[in-house]
């Protein structure tokens, strides 16, 4: 049967002294705060009628108007933020 080795001590070290190194902060500018809340349905219907009457009345796709005008709500609420 082999025989085992004694078990020898565990190195014991010192924690190592290290100097913190700190970086200068730069200033960042932070994008302002865009609203998520959805433009009300009134304003949407009112830009939305706006196209339909540039178009001289004719009929369209209601469905894309609004659409166009509650991106260009929030288009215009973004840039205003």
């Known amino acids: ?6 078990a020898r ?9 290290t100097t913190k190194t700190t970086t ?3 200033k960042t500018r932070r994008p302002a705060p865009v609203s998520l809340d959805p433009p009300g ?11 339909f009457l540039e178009r001289g009345g ?7 108007d609004w659409l166009r005008a509650e ?6 609420r973004s840039i205003q933020s």
Not at 9 to 17: E, V
Not at 41 to 51: G, L, P, T
Not at 59 to 64: E, Q, T, V
């Open 71 to 76: 991106s260009e709500l929030i288009a215009e």
């Open 58 to 64: 004719r009929p369209g796709d209601p469905l894309a």
């Open 1 to 6: 049967m082999p025989t085992k080795e004694p």
């Open 41 to 51: 349905d009134d304003r949407i219907r009112e830009r939305a009628y706006q196209f």
């Open 9 to 17: 001590p565990r190195k014991t070290t010192t924690p190592r002294k």
């Open 24 to 26: 200068p902060r730069t």
